[in-house]
């Protein structure tokens, strides 16, 4: 199975903050890779698909970028409602999930 | 639009069968995938397989000796069953539907907690 690491496991930020998250595939994946954001209690929804793409209704403060191996998340203005676990998942091959990212308020 | 539900038991005994079904309201089963993922407490994710609307599957290996997924197409609903499970099978089981192949899950359920205990 392809192994997605993200960094960090964890991120205290601030409202307004710009916030990056990194997620790193053990073998290229060309752009198959989705983020989801999944609150306390609830299940994840998805934000970005095929590294860059917007998922329909999702506030374009969310960007995704990246291909091979090394993907990033970017929120560009941390609003209150971000605070949140947020997971890369690639779909190269037999689907797996990264370990997860916790966004903390500062 | 549409919208999933997950039911079935909450509790299971070692070595027993996890039964659980999926029912989608405001759209049918056509055209797309539908898929499980579990989640243990305080843990990642874990995709478990999808079936696609025609009937096709496709598992995760690392389960696959154990999983068995199937739809109900009159009733609108897909089922997931896990054989043999163990405590390490405790988690929140969600159904989500996808679309590209099975590969995005643009549409999750509320998710179901299922405890494996005797």
């Known amino acids: 199975d392809i192994q997605m690491t993200q960094s960090p496991s964890s991120l205290s930020a601030s409202v307004g903050d710009r916030v990056t998250i990194t997620c790193r595939a053990s073998?290229?994946?060309?752009?198959?890779l989705n983020w989801y954001q999944q609150k306390v209690g609830k299940a994840p929804k998805l934000l970005i698909y095929?590294?860059?793409s917007l998922q329909s209704g999702v506030p374009s403060r969310f960007s995704g970028s990246g291909s091979g191996t090394d993907f990033t998340l970017t929120i560009s203005s941390l609003q209150p409602e971000d605070f949140a676990t947020y997971y890369c998942?690639?779909?190269?091959?037999?689907?797996?999930f990264g370990q997860g990212t916790k966004l903390e308020i500062k | 639009q549409v919208q999933l539900q997950e039911s079935g038991p909450g509790l299971v005994k070692p070595s027993d069968t996890l039964s659980l079904t999926c029912t989608v309201s405001?759209?049918?089963?056509?055209?797309?995938?539908w898929s499980w993922i579990r989640q243990p407490p305080g843990k990642g994710l874990e995709w478990l397989g999808y079936?696609?609307?025609?009937?096709?599957?496709s598992y995760n290996p690392s389960l696959r000796s154990r999983v068995t997924i199937s739809e109900d197409t009159s009733k609108n609903q897909f089922s997931l069953r896990l054989n043999s499970v163990t405590a390490a099978d405790t988690a929140v089981y969600y159904c989500?539907?996808?679309?590209?192949?099975?590969?995005?899950?643009?549409?999750w359920g509320q998710g179901t907690m299922v405890t494996v205990s005797s």
């Open positions: 405001g759209g049918s089963l056509s055209s797309y995938y």
């Open positions: 989500a539907r996808a679309h590209s192949s099975g590969r995005i899950f643009d549409i």
């Open positions: 073998q290229s994946i060309s752009s198959y």
């Open positions: 095929a590294a860059s």
């Open positions: 998942q690639q779909t190269y091959s037999t689907l797996t």
């Open positions: 079936i696609y609307y025609s009937g096709s599957t």
